[in-house]
């Protein structure tokens, strides 16, 4: 038997899950777009753009939190000779995941 509270506990569980699985989204749709642009930086197009995209996403699941994505952007723009420091690339992160948000809600609807 069923109470009211059981099924506003159900209610919450069901809306965290979406919430965590939507945050999961957002924040890979962030991590692709931010390796498109550091491709972009990088002189880098079409496929080769591409797979560099995939290894920043990858790279996120290295440790918890976007240390890993910044480090791996940061290291690879400095490896190709581009000056730019952490706080560009935080700051370029910020900008693109509100984008993001906005592509996965478009996309939610």
């Known amino acids: 038997m069923s109470t009211t509270f059981d099924d506003r506990k159900k209610s919450f569980e069901t809306k965290f899950q979406k919430d965590q699985e939507l945050q999961f989204k957002v924040n890979n749709r962030r991590n692709r777009l931010l390796g498109l642009w550091a491709a972009a930086e ?35 723009l400095t490896a190709a000779g581009k000056a730019i420091d952490a706080a560009a690339v935080r700051k370029q992160m910020t900008r693109l995941l509100d984008a993001a948000k906005e592509q996965v809600m478009q996309e939610a609807k």
């Not at 990858?58 to 440790?63: E, P, Q, R």
């Not at 890993?68 to 952007?73: E, F, N, Y």
């Open 42 to 76: 990088m002189g880098k197009s079409g496929e080769a753009a591409d797979a560099y995209a995939k290894d920043v996403v990858m790279a996120d699941f290295d440790k918890p939190g976007d240390e890993d994505v910044l480090t791996k952007v940061l290291t690879d």
